[in-house]
Nanobody
Framework: QVQLVESGGGLVQAGDSLRLSCAASGLTFSLYVMGWFRQAPGKAREFVAAISSSGGSTYYTDSVKGRFTISRDNAKNTVYLQMNSLKPEDSAVYYC?????????????????WGQGTQVTVSS
């Protein structure tokens, strides 16, 4: 079965960096658009970034543009989220997700597979 396993979360101070990883198995990784989402306590899950199946196109929510970078290594079946200049408002559980569609602009509901999430906490 399909498994997405996130890692790399933790407790950091404002201004620090973290790199999240998501290892995928049970699917032909290179055919899937991959996305990162996050959910803070009491809030809805929200889109953070997406990357096309080839890695050639990326898309970010406005609040992370210039600070976060999504990338992938299809040989390792892994997608990454490099997070720099972290802010307290970035604190959330971060999820990676996979969708078989063709667009990096797909909404959350189009993502078929989800990881269990990794906690990111940014202290001020």
């Amino acid at each position: 079965q399909v498994q997405l396993v996130e890692s790399g979360g933790g407790l950091v101070q404002a201004g620090d960096s973290l790199r999240l990883s998501c290892a995928a198995s049970g699917l032909t990784f290179s055919l899937y658009v991959m996305g990162w989402f996050r959910q803070a306590p009491g809030k809805a899950r929200e889109f953070v970034a997406a990357i096309s199946s080839s890695g050639g196109s990326t898309y970010y929510t406005d609040s992370v543009k210039g600070r976060f970078t999504i990338s992938r290594d299809n040989a390792k079946n892994t997608v990454y989220l490099q997070m720099n200049s972290l802010k307290p408002e970035d604190s959330a559980v971060y999820y990676c997700a996979a969708q078989r569609g063709l667009t990096i602009f797909a909404p959350l509901r189009d993502y078929a597979y989800w990881g269990q999430g990794t906690q990111v906490t940014v202290s001020s």
